[in-house]
């Protein structure tokens, strides 16, 4: 089974994120914030492999990032008001570049189709310097909060700020996600991925908690003295043993299957042994060796493979039904067919059996 991870994230004015600062630092570009800040990230050019905004039809003035996430920003009027939506996957490391980008696009795609909103999208990969995860290649989706209209922004889509409706379109999403993902792995033969959880699955294995970057960037420095780390490194030494015990678990699963995969096959030499000594009946080899005899001969000519047609067949049951009547006849008149030896020999079946069946008894 591949990995799977898409989490759904909003960005609340009142916490002080702005979808300015959010862009700029997915994109690596510079932009003003609402209140003149500014977020420069140009020298974060290290693994930021693509970078692209989606939109409905009609509405190219989105391109521009600065304008997008100021109109989308000054829409908002409530101080506790969400202004951005992003959505983080995965991308399937078994695919290559090419496969990720189209399958990062679609999904962007259908977000666009479905909500209506603006999608600025962002492909990062690992960092090649050994100390990153080598499979971590996701995308960031930050979207809209509204409706975009080729004039400006639009009306709010409310369904996914709702409890009674947000938690069952994640879910179809997530499964929209695992089916894209899943048709693009089947084509180059890899592990397919699966949106529910591991309860769900009713697998044994436990599944990490998200650590986030402080624990992130703890682990990175790999620091001596863990006595300062403490409060925030209990989730880090949680996964750990999570990962220890989910490797044991692998590892006799494993075993078992091994174990099973042999007796299945012991089981299936034994129920064939008794097919290995088995000889054919003579009758069978004299058939079999008669049919490759007349093959043979026919493959060198001595038999032809379509009958002579100007050689006439003649059917066993009418022969056989001719000498039948002949006999009724002799029985009949007690005496021997007038007919001689020469013409008899000369004598046509065909006429023979339309005489017999003339004289069939009654």
Not at 239 to 245: A, C, F, G, Q
Not at 322 to 345: C, F
Request: net charge neutral.
């Amino acid at each position: 089974m591949g990995s799977y991870h898409l989490s759904v994230k909003t960005l609340k004015r009142a916490s002080g994120r702005t979808p300015q600062s959010a862009s700029a630092y997915r994109r690596g570009i510079r932009l003003v914030g609402p209140d003149g800040h500014i977020h420069d990230y140009r020298r974060r050019t290290r693994g930021i492999r693509a970078t692209a905004i989606f939109a409905p039809e009609g509405c190219d003035w989105v391109q521009d990032p600065q304008a997008l996430w100021d109109r989308a920003d000054a829409a908002e009027r409530r101080q506790d008001s969400r202004t951005a939506r992003e959505y983080e996957i995965a991308l399937p490391a078994e695919l290559p570049w090419s496969e990720r980008q189209r399958l990062a696009e679609a999904f962007a795609q259908h977000l666009v189709a479905q909500f209506g909103v603006a999608v600025d999208l962002a492909i990062h990969e690992p960092a090649a310097d050994g100390e990153h995860d080598e499979r971590n290649h996701h995308v960031h989706l930050l979207t809209t909060t509204r409706r975009v209209t080729p004039n400006g922004m639009g009306e709010k889509t409310r369904d996914l700020d709702l409890k009674t409706k947000s938690p069952a379109l994640i879910e179809a999403l997530r499964a929209e996600w695992a089916r894209m993902a899943n048709a693009a792995l089947a084509r180059h033969e890899a592990a397919q991925i699966d949106h529910r959880s591991h309860k769900r699955r009713e697998l044994e294995v436990l599944p990490t908690k998200h650590e986030g970057p402080k624990i992130t960037w703890w682990r990175r420095l790999r620091a001596v003295d863990e006595d300062w780390a403490d409060g925030f490194m209990d989730r880090a030494r949680e996964n750990d043993e999570i990962r220890v015990r989910n490797a044991s678990i692998i590892e006799r699963i494993q075993r078992a299957a091994s174990e099973t995969k042999k007796n299945v096959g012991g089981l299936f030499r034994g129920l064939l042994a008794p097919l290995a000594g088995f000889e054919p009946p003579p009758a069978v080899d004299a058939a079999t060796a008669a049919i490759a005899a007349i093959a043979e001969a026919r493959r060198f000519g001595d038999i032809p493979i379509e009958p002579d047609p100007e050689v006439p067949i003649s059917s066993p049951s009418l022969t056989e039904e001719k000498d039948a009547n002949a006999d009724d006849d002799a029985g009949a008149s007690g005496a021997v067919s007038p007919l001689a030896d020469d013409e008899k020999s000369t004598a046509s079946p065909e006429s023979g059996a339309k005489q017999g069946a003339r004289r069939r008894p009654r």
